[in-house]
């Protein structure tokens, strides 16, 4: 998919769990990602924790909204194996090896949920990866925005912080609003 007005066959879903927002001071957590058609059939997943020293992490994840927002249950089971991670380098070759079959030498349209800013930390800690990744994005809160200021469309998503899980609710979503389409055409 070279050309502008090639259009991809598949969507690679991607969710990252970080202890914040800035790639310049935060670490990312865990990475899932999905690659799908566009009748979003699950053709392969992916999905690991990062490793990080334990002492950094926990600092950074008390400081942010992630450690606040989390059920007691998840958040003590998700700290209680931040040690069985990969390191970001084994995540970004599994990665990188993880599309190739399904991509080739075409880029990988990115999607999800305010996508732009996993780019981010695609781009500043997974740049092997982020080379492999098309320049064009399906970003779901783009979706959201449009359908409920526009139409009144409101999708009511559980948010787990937790990156497959993460996915799977922004899968779901995009599929919400082409089907409220679909009815509208009839």
Same mark, same amino acid.
């Given at each position: #998919? ?6 991809? %066959?598949?969507?690679?879903? /991607?969710?990252?769990? #970080?202890?914040? @927002? ?9 990475? +899932?990602?999905? $690659? ?7 053709? %392969? ?6 490793? &990080? ?13 992630? *450690?606040?927002?989390? /059920? ?6 998700? @700290?209680? &194996? ?16 993880? $599309? ?10 990115? +999607?999800?949920? %305010? $996508? ?5 930390? $695609?781009?500043? *800690? @997974? ?6 990744? &098309? *320049?064009? #994005?399906?970003?779901?809160? %783009?979706?959201?925005?449009? #359908? ?12 787990? &912080? ?14 919400? *609003? ?9």
């Amino acid at each position: #998919m070279t050309d502008k007005d090639d259009f991809p %066959s598949k969507l690679l879903w /991607v969710d990252l769990e #970080m202890t914040g @927002l800035d790639p310049e001071k935060d670490l990312i957590l865990e990475i +899932a990602a999905e $690659i799908t058609d566009f009748n979003f059939k699950t053709l %392969s997943t992916y999905e690991t924790r990062i490793k &990080h020293p334990a002492d950094k992490v926990v600092k950074l994840i008390k400081a942010n909204n992630w *450690y606040r927002d989390q /059920v007691p249950e998840n958040r003590d089971d998700f @700290l209680k &194996h931040l040690d069985e991670g990969k390191l970001p380098s084994v995540a970004e070759e599994e990665l990188v090896d993880f $599309i190739q079959p399904y991509f080739g030498g075409e880029p990988a349209v990115l +999607a999800g949920n %305010s $996508i732009h800013n996993d780019r981010n930390f $695609i781009k500043h *800690y @997974l740049p092997k990866f982020d080379l492999k990744l &098309h *320049y064009r #994005m399906v970003d779901v809160s %783009s979706w959201k925005v449009v #359908m409920n200021a526009k139409y009144g469309v409101v999708f009511d998503k559980d948010s787990t &912080h937790r990156a497959f899980d993460d996915i799977q609710a922004s899968i779901a979503e995009l599929q919400y *609003y082409l089907d409220w389409f679909k009815t509208k055409n009839k």
